[in-house]
């Protein structure tokens, strides 16, 4: 180990920074994505949606790991007035 560089320090925060950085805009990206699936046609060529109840379900699944994500970060700055 480097005596100016915490490897271990500098791990961690690299992992927290992709996962609350880029990790939780993908996952609420996938969360609108499975409300708003692709439209596909049907044999006469009307358009017809395709989200059922298991888009709902992975929507809200993916929205409320967000918003817990959300409530712990406030939670945390919060705690350390």
Same mark, same amino acid.
């Given at each position: ?7 271990? !320090? ?6 927290? =920074?992709? %996962? ?7 996952? #609420? &990206? /996938? ?12 044999? !006469? ?6 989200? =059922?109840? %298991? ?7 993916? #929205? &409320? /790991? ?12 919060? !705690?350390?007035?």
């Amino acid at each position: 180990m480097n005596s100016w560089i915490n490897l271990s !320090a500098l791990w961690k925060i690299v992992v927290v =920074g992709l %996962l609350a950085g880029a990790g939780l805009p993908a996952l #609420f &990206a /996938v969360g609108v994505r499975a409300l708003n699936p692709p439209v596909r046609t049907d044999g !006469a060529g009307t358009p017809r949606a395709t989200a =059922g109840a %298991l888009g709902r379900v992975v929507a809200a699944v993916c #929205f &409320a /790991v967000v918003l817990a994500a959300i409530g712990w970060g406030i939670s945390v700055i919060v !705690a350390h007035r």
